[in-house]
């Protein structure tokens, strides 16, 4: 994304402007991430959900799964891994400065973007009322995990019939309403002519903080973070930016 400078060449950005403009008179007023997993948030965009909650955009998450496989660890059941990793989703949550998080509970590994998950998303469009959506590119061929998939598919799917009144009605009970999503972005395609790379290096320290809250994941060793910096830093390394996350528009009507 780029603008001009006085008939020169156009000088890139790298802020979070690159999204739309911010704020209550505004495109982007209200953020929610569509997450198949307990750390997906802080991993692929807590920087500049730091950065947005900062310019006074009200973020919360609508969490798929609970991550109950999510460990090696056998002393944990699927059960009390889920319990744990709700109590660490909201500490997170709570780093970042999010309004609120939605639990849809199923099992990990196991999502699927079927009928049911699509009016469980849509019914958190309603009841949030969201113009933004971050969530997993359904359409990228190299997603390994199932997970992802289902939850970036069913955020888009969502989309068009959430903004129905006759789909799933009663949805629309105690003062909830249809939705009117705007826009998505895609985590990554940092590789793509399109790509938004947003500078987090201000908030780096922010996303570490909230991502060390999944202790069940990535405990208080030092080295359990390597990989994240390691993303970060090359998805910069294109602009000169010392952390970096990226995103891919798509466009809706
Ligand atoms: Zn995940």
New binding site residues.
Partial sequence: MTEPANGSEPTPRFDISQFGAIGPEGDIKRLLVV???P??LETTCGGTLALLVDAGVEVALLLCTDGDIGTHDLSYTRESLAATRREETLAGAQALGLKEVFFLGHHDGELVADLQLRAEVAGAYRRFLPDTIFTFDPYWHGQA?P??NAAGRAAVDAYMPSKMELYHPEQLIDGVTVADVKRFFFFGGSERANAITVDISSAWERKVKATRCHVSQFGQREEALQWLEQWNRETGKCCGLEFAEAFTPMTVW
Avoid: R
């Fill in positions: 997450a198949a997993h750390d997906d995990h997970d992802h």
